[in-house]
């Protein structure tokens, strides 16, 4: 699963045609909704997905006739269909999804380079696209949009929700989204059971931040998917980290000292998701008596799990859960 942050990246990186598809409108039900990107390279490469597996295909023929063109078009999938006859072979979604597919020429690639800078910044971009001039399309940053009256995402509650969609402005119809930063997950501690945790949150989308004072184990041969590592103490390290609302941290050093150390810092920021590892007893003698509703411990949904691996689970779903706004 790859972030729409970690696709732009991958254009800006690499000067090879590419050409971008993304769902703008569903009616019915499907795999994935308004809002999903995916990148087809002229290599063949595919980087992120629209559905299930039934799209990709089609949409990969589709890219070896706009390489280097500068087009792009809509294309209409109807996936309702029960039988052979319908398109997919009969995957029965029950729903029509609408993509735009787009040649990346050098202009999109620029405003893509500028959507960037701004997602640099721990900031939700508002991304506006004509739908009947493809080469109509703009960028704002929140705040401009909410005074613009832009009636699609400018009433966000909760990080990470997105209400992409169509909407209509006199005679014209744009498509709307607004595309977050890649999330991020610091991991304070690598233990033997950070290892599953940052290889999950990883394959989800997360940048990985690893911070401990063991370099035997806190390194990229544990952690080869981490975004970054640092060794050190971990207090003086998380002060040169000027954490936003949308990141999330989790606490699991196994040590109570540095726990508690790491936590009083913690409180002077808002966190999108705040775990600590460890029992419910521990964390309240951690937190002097009282566990503030901020913070999430025992950390992870309760599953059942044991062991590292089903535990990384449980946290990875909880981290998911909070970003959707399931669990708060």
């Known amino acids: 699963?790859?972030?729409?942050?970690?696709?732009?990246?991958?254009?800006?990186?690499?000067?090879?045609?590419?050409?971008?598809?993304?769902?703008?409108?569903?009616?019915?039900?499907?795999?994935?909704?308004?809002?999903?990107?995916?990148?087809?390279?002229?290599?063949?490469?595919r980087i992120g997905i629209v559905s299930g597996g039934c799209l990709e295909n089609d949409l990969s023929n589709r890219s070896s006739q706009l390489f280097h063109t500068g087009k792009a078009e809509l294309v209409d999938y109807d996936l309702s269909s029960e039988d052979d006859l319908g398109w997919g072979r009969g995957v029965g979604c029950n729903g029509?999804?609408?993509?735009?597919?787009?040649?990346?020429?050098?202009?999109?690639?620029?405003?893509?380079?500028?959507?960037?800078?701004?997602?640099?910044?721990?900031?939700?971009?508002?991304?506006?696209?004509?739908?009947?001039?493809?080469?109509?399309?703009?960028?704002?940053?929140?705040?401009?949009s909410t005074q613009m009256g832009i009636p699609l995402n400018s009433d966000i509650e909760h990080p990470f929700q997105t209400k992409a969609g169509q909407f209509q402005i006199a005679d014209e119809l744009f498509y709307s989204q607004l595309i977050w930063p890649r999330?991020?997950?610091?991991?304070?501690?690598?233990?033997?059971?950070?290892?599953p945790l940052a290889t999950l949150a990883n394959q989800v989308g997360y940048a990985v931040h690893l911070f401990d004072w063991r370099d035997g184990i806190c390194n990229k041969n544990h952690f080869p998917t981490a975004a970054s590592i640092q060794i050190g103490d971990i207090q003086k390290r998380i002060a040169d980290v000027n954490f936003s609302p949308l990141d999330?941290?989790?606490?699991?050093?196994?040590?109570?000292?540095?726990?508690?150390?790491?936590?009083?810092?913690?409180?002077?920021?808002?966190?999108?998701?705040?775990g600590i590892l460890g029992?419910?007893?521990?964390?309240?003698?951690?937190?002097?008596?009282?566990?503030?509703?901020?913070?999430?411990?025992?950390?992870?949904?309760?599953?059942g799990a044991d062991g590292p691996e089903e535990i990384a689970i449980s946290i990875v779903a909880e981290l998911i859960a909070v970003r959707q706004g399931e669990k708060s």
């Open 1 to 45: 699963m790859h972030s729409i942050q970690q696709m732009i990246e991958a254009v800006l990186r690499d000067p090879q045609a590419m050409v971008l598809a993304m769902i703008v409108n569903v009616e019915g039900s499907s795999y994935r909704k308004e809002g999903a990107w995916m990148l087809m390279q002229e290599n063949g490469n």
């Open 279 to 303: 029992s419910k007893k521990r964390s309240i003698r951690l937190l002097d008596g009282e566990i503030p509703k901020e913070v999430s411990t025992p950390i992870g949904l309760s599953i």
């Open 248 to 274: 999330s941290v989790v606490v699991m050093t196994h040590d109570f000292q540095t726990d508690a150390a790491i936590v009083k810092h913690l409180y002077n920021f808002k966190l999108l998701y705040f």
């Open 96 to 144: 029509v999804v609408t993509v735009l597919v787009r040649d990346i020429d050098e202009n999109f690639r620029q405003f893509l380079g500028l959507i960037h800078k701004q997602l640099l910044k721990k900031e939700p971009v508002h991304f506006l696209q004509s739908m009947t001039d493809f080469n109509d399309y703009t960028y704002m940053d929140r705040e401009v």
């Open 183 to 195: 999330p991020a997950i610091y991991i304070l501690g690598a233990g033997v059971d950070a290892r």
